[in-house]
């Protein structure tokens, strides 16, 4: 373990899979630590230079669709202690928006995202790795639900969507990083051991540095 440096906990999964709510749970029993979250959706890449029909026909469940590069070198300086400028992204124009986030470095980064262990760069800068694993039928479930409440979408774009592109590419890309994982978390934020086991971890490797 990287004693001398902040630790970084990879939380990974299909869309709806309750990688998010495992990171959440993970942030919060550490509410007296220098904790942070760094999600791979901050990344996808700015589309500010293509209409809005060629900016929804982008395939965002595809590793070209994030700035990986952005993402390692904005990681790298977490690791080094030195504050970044977080990028924002609007998922209703479908682009980077012109707000930063201000993120000063913590002793705990928690970076989840979709397809964080594909890249074996951002796998090198991972003390845990975790994969979220959830039936599909309860993943496009919550998906639908995200995605009409918050982000404005219709049932049927949601639909066609995950059919056409989010279910392929979890298959092509997202299923097969499941062989990096350290641990392999099914059901998400509701496996309350496998949480306790995590943290009971992180707390060790804490308690050490």
Sequence with gaps: MKNTQPIVIGVTGGSGSGKTSVSRAIFNHFPNHSIMMLEQDSYYKDQSHLSFEERLATNYDHPFAFDTELLI?????????????????????H????????????????????LILEDSRLRELMDIKLYVDTDDDIRIIRRIKRDMEERGRTLDSVIEQYLTVVKPMYHQFIEPTKRYADVIVP??????????????????ILHET
């Design 73 to 93: 070198e904005h990681l790298q300086q977490l690791l080094n202690y030195q504050t970044i400028e977080k990028p924002v992204y609007d998922y209703v124009a």
């Design 95 to 114: 682009t980077r928006s012109s707000d930063i986030i201000i993120q000063e470095p913590k002793e705990v980064i928690i970076l989840e995202g979709i």
């Design 187 to 204: 059901e998400g934020g509701e496996n309350h051991v496998a949480i306790d086991l995590i943290t009971t971890k992180v707390a060790s």
